[in-house]
């Protein structure tokens, strides 16, 4: 089984940073993709940023510039940046990785629990 740990939302002022991170632990054999996504109140979830297990990166059109997604692939785990917040940033900011378990068994995608993220005016 495999589990996305994250931490590091909260409450900050516009203009403010805030930097989330994301650690999978348990069985794991390798970790393609690693994403954040968020969701906020009466919104579809919506990708934010992803990152290749080469370190490619992409963005939605709305953070870029603001954001940075990076991982540690020793430590299983990615990390969002997240500069200039915006009070239209407000949202629960879920990760999702792209794990295999065992070799030769194929990947599967596994969320976090999510983290709440507030940006006050």
């Known amino acids: 089984q495999v589990q996305l740990g994250e931490s590091g939302g909260g409450l900050v002022q516009a203009g403010g940073s805030l930097r989330l991170s994301c650690a999978a632990s348990g069985t794991i054999f390798s970790i393609n993709a690693m994403g954040w996504y968020r969701q906020a109140p009466g919104k579809q979830r919506e990708l934010v940023a992803s990152i290749s297990s080469g370190g490619s990166t992409n963005y939605a059109d709305s953070v870029k510039g603001r954001f940075t997604i990076s991982r540690d692939n020793a430590k299983n785990t990615v990390y969002l940046q997240m500069n200039s917040l915006k009070p239209e940033d407000t949202a629960v900011y879920y990760c999702?990785?792209?794990?295999?378990?065992?070799?030769?068994?194929?990947?599967?995608?596994?969320w976090g629990q999510g983290t709440q993220v507030t940006v006050s005016s």
């Open positions: 999702k990785a792209n794990v295999r378990i065992k070799l030769l068994t194929p990947n599967y995608d596994y």
